[in-house]
């Protein structure tokens, strides 16, 4: 008995022990079966992993034999097999062409390398040989026919007429590398005596030997140099040798031939040119002395082979920019003026390319061999020469092309805080313009490296880079190719428009220009005006924005429409920089963050947003159905603000509030989605005319995809009759307003 009572209490213990832990137990072994099931699965996954990777690095035909093997009889996996091996073979195809036009790009430039070296070579050994018999007697033999031609054509500049006024005394330096004959210095000095006496002033003549010439006379009259000597001759030798263009089949014997022709073409002829000297030189500013008649925008070549230009002219010193590294560039070493303005090479070649301020290249693609160049700073087109702005310029946005329209010719700013969609405008702006035959500019300033190159990649997506230049002077590039980058975008813009051509640029954004030449300006030591800026930040943006017209017939018939890009500190309109530009352009978009948060983008202030050419930049079937938005969407605004006091409203006002608030859905657009001209008026007209009315405003973008396809689909005559543009007459009208009507039944 008393061991049944111990098998039974064992036996409810155990059941009790049961009943409390058996649900964990079973979870313990439930989780533990389902960890190594996951563990199995994973294995197999690596292993299947691991087979593809396998497969993928195997050659093409391999992998057909395999799939073939493990699919037999499979056709949807053979097909996809196939497909995959397609896909394959042109990509294989692809990086072999990419690698070929890298590796010409190469041997092209270790060509250009090793010429450049060869060349420093040969002048090298020519500048020994110049010095030895029997060269060097038969160069002195010249130096009196050398002198002759010297006098001949020895003048006053005007800026040597300048000094004199102030001085009386202008320096005459003779040097040579020999000592002269006495003979040859006096009659120089005579002539130079002689033509100072005209004019009242007297030489101070030194007559020097400096063995560096290698030969030859040079003669300096106050800035001016006139230089007959072998050391000149070299220096212009180097220089075309490098620059010449290289023969189509490199090989080293071309080289050498071609180095042969460049030394026969080089001229016996007396150089003229002025010098001047470093005074000082900090963040990428020089100042100079000397350099009597330079002009502003002039390029200027130092010692050391980097180039400036001038920025800043002063009585007694000249203020310039240096393009590139200025760390080498020491004071007191000369400059001299290479005789040209500041310019960049313009045309078609340089459609699809990025480039820096000066024009070279910087997206790995091969040098641009632009024929033909233009100044940076031109003179913008006069009143006779302009004509008046009436040829749209779609942007295919519809905020934008309904309300504030656009004509080629026109300035239009886009203003707005930070991240409010405006270089989101002008890119759409610039991708709309795809097969319309209007190349496009867009100036990156004080950008990101990464915003520029999301930009480009942009632009290329959506087959917008083939018609498009962008000049990229990023963060990171020194003030002075900030300042430079819209005037180099501006110069070739202007290729376009005086070639007859339609021409868009953006600049973005001129608030970071204006702070790069508030920073030059300031190195420059020119007395700062408001809010730091120096005074002529008018001017320089005036200037530059003055330089987008529509040209008439007579001038060319071309045109350049400019959309610079501001951007404003908590939306203000108001401080310095944006309303200049404001008062420079013939409008504004302007952005607003509210808008923006709230999801209306692009967050155009319909309030604030003008277009001074107004509806002469529309087609008439726009002008005709944009007639009113401005004024309704105005009256929305105002009864929106006034509405959100009370809810006691008026029929009359929460019908005005409801159209108002499906119009501005209606205008809401996606990025990279610019939209035809016809479709625009047809949307607008519809919702205008109360056919939305019956669709939730969150619908509208629903509303809108199916109003296109409606038409498109059903009635191509009059999608026919939209496209052209033509103002609708009042049967095409009644015909509309009943497909619209049918429309918004059908829903
Ligand atoms: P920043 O001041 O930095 O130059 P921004 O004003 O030029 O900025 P964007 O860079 O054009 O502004 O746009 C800011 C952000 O808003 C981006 O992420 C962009 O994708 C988004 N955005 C702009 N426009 C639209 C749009 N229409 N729809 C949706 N997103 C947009
Ligand atoms: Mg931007």
Redesign the pocket.
């Known amino acids: 008995m008393q061991y049944l009572y111990a098998a039974i209490n064992f036996l409810l213990l155990g059941l009790l022990i049961w009943l409390v832990l058996g649900k964990s137990i079973k979870k313990i072994f439930i989780s533990r079966r389902e960890k190594i099931n996951a563990a199995i699965d994973e294995a197999e996954n690596l292993e299947y992993l691991l087979e593809s990777g396998e497969q993928t690095d195997a050659d093409a035909d391999d992998r057909e034999l395999n799939a073939s093997d493990d699919n037999t009889g499979c056709f949807d996996a053979i097909a996809e097999q196939e497909r995959q091996n397609s896909c394959f073979l042109y990509e294989k195809q692809r990086r072999i062409e990419d690698a070929e036009k890298r590796l010409n790009e190469q041997k092209h430039e270790i060509m250009i390398q090793a010429r450049q070296k060869s060349v420093k070579v040969l002048c090298e050994r020519l500048k020994s040989a110049f010095r030895e018999q029997p060269y060097a007697d038969g160069i002195r033999a010249k130096e009196p026919a050398l002198a002759d031609k010297i006098l001949n054509i020895i003048s006053l500049t005007p800026g040597d007429m300048c000094y004199l006024m102030r001085h009386d005394v202008l320096y005459v330096t003779l040097t040579s590398a020999y000592p002269l004959d006495p003979a040859i210095v006096d009659r120089i000095g005579e002539k130079t005596t002689a033509m100072l006496d005209e004019v009242g002033g007297k030489p101070s003549y030194w007559v020097k030997v400096d063995p560096e010439l290698i030969g030859g006379l040079r003669l300096r009259i106050g800035d001016t140099v006139y230089d007959c000597t072998v050391e000149n001759r070299l220096y212009h030798l180097e220089r075309d040798l490098v620059k010449r263009p290289l023969p189509q089949v490199i090989s080293a014997q071309d080289i050498i031939d071609d180095m042969f022709e460049g030394i026969e073409a080089a001229e016996d002829r007396v150089d003229i040119y002025q010098l001047g000297r470093v005074l000082s030189v900090s963040d990428g500013i020089c100042r100079l002395d000397g350099l009597a008649d330079i002009m502003y925008g002039e390029v200027i070549e130092f010692d050391c082979g980097e180039r400036g230009m001038i920025l800043d002219i002063e009585p007694d010193r000249i203020g310039c920019v240096v393009f590139g590294k200025y760390e080498h560039i020491e004071t007191m070493s000369r400059v001299r003026r290479i005789g040209r303005i500041a310019s960049v090479p313009v045309g078609d070649e340089l459609l699809g390319r990025v480039v820096d301020p000066l024009g070279r290249a910087i997206d790995g693609k091969d040098r641009i061999r632009g024929r033909e160049r233009r100044p940076i700073e031109y003179k913008a087109p006069g009143i006779p020469d302009r004509k008046t702005v009436n040829v749209p310029l779609h942007t295919g946005i519809k905020a934008v092309d309904a309300l504030v329209p656009i004509g080629r010719g026109q300035r239009e700013l886009i203003i707005?805080d930070?991240?409010?969609?405006?270089?989101?405008i002008a890119i759409d702006a610039i991708i709309n313009q795809k097969g319309k035959n209007i190349p496009c500019i867009y100036v990156a300033i004080g950008q990101k490296e990464s915003t520029v190159a999301e930009i480009r990649a942009k632009l290329e997506k959506y087959g917008a880079m083939e018609y498009t230049t962008i000049v990229s002077a990023t963060a990171s590039s020194s003030a002075s190719m900030q300042y430079i980058a819209p005037f180099a975008g501006a110069a070739m813009s202007e290729y376009f428009m005086y070639s007859g051509r339609d021409c868009l640029i953006v600049y973005d954004?001129l608030s970071k220009h204006a702070v790069a030449y508030r920073e030059l300006s300031l190195l420059l030591h020119r007395p700062s005006g408001r809010e730091a800026y120096p005074g002529d930040v008018f001017y320089l943006h005036s200037r530059l924005l003055e330089r987008a017209a529509r040209l008439s017939p007579e001038s060319g018939g071309g045109s350049v429409t400019a959309l610079p890009i501001i951007?404003t500190q908590a939306g203000d309109i108001s401080s310095y920089i944006p309303t200049n530009v404001i008062s420079i352009t013939d409008g504004q978009i302007f952005?607003e963050t509210d808008l923006f948060n709230e999801g209306q983008?692009?967050a155009v202030n319909v309030g604030l947003s003008v277009s001074r050419v107004g509806s002469a930049a529309q087609t008439p079937l726009m002008k005709q159905v944009s007639g009113k938005l401005r004024m309704e969407l105005a009256q929305y605004r105002e009864l929106n603000t006034f509405a959100q006091f009370g809810s006691d409203l008026d029929d009359s006002t929460r019908k005005v509030l409801d159209s108002g608030v499906r119009m501005m859905q209606a205008l809401r657009?996606?990025?990279y989605e610019p939209i035809p001209d016809w479709k625009q008026a047809l949307l607008i007209y519809a919702v205008s005319e109360g056919y939305a009315d019956g669709t939730e405003p969150e619908m509208i973008e629903e509303f809108e995809k199916k109003l296109y396809s409606y038409f498109e689909n059903k009635y191509p005559d009059m999608v026919k009759t939209l496209v052209s543009g033509a103002k609708m007459n009042k049967s095409f009208e009644n015909r509309l307003k009943a497909v619209l009507k049918s429309f918004a039944e059908v829903g």
Do not use: V
């Open positions: 707005g930070r991240q409010t969609g405006k270089t989101a954004d951007e952005l983008r692009p657009q996606r990025r």
